[in-house]
Nanobody
């Protein structure tokens, strides 16, 4: 069974930091990309940051210079270091993995359960 286990959300004051982590189960044996998305109340889910297996990184303009995405391929884990947090960063953050369970499987998009990040002013 494919599982993405997220951790690290919480409540922080503006200017503070949080680190999110997401571990993908070993059943996803071939991962092409990992990343983070967020959804604020009343808004659509949006990309925060992604990193491919080759190390290509993409950030939303709103988080450039403040957030850092990284991954540990050996652990199938992706991290999001969030610094200089702002109230507008408040959202549910979702981990996403693009991968497949083996050579003869199709690539799928897997989602974590979401973790709440709340930034107070």
């Amino acid at each position: 069974q494919v599982q993405l286990v997220e951790s690290g959300g919480g409540l922080v004051q503006a200017g503070g930091s949080l680190r999110l982590s997401c571990a993908a189960s070993e059943s996803i044996s071939i991962i092409s990309a990992m990343g983070w998305y967020r959804q604020a109340p009343g808004k659509q889910r949006e990309l925060v940051a992604t990193v491919t297996s080759g190390g290509i990184i993409n950030y939303a303009d709103s988080v450039k210079g403040r957030f850092t995405i990284s991954r540990d391929n050996a652990k199938n884990t992706v991290y999001l270091q969030m610094n200089s947090l702002k109230p507008e960063d408040t959202a549910v953050y979702y981990c996403n993995v693009q991968g497949k369970r083996g050579t003869f499987y199709s690539t799928r998009s897997y989602w974590g359960q979401g973790t709440q990040v709340t930034v107070s002013s």
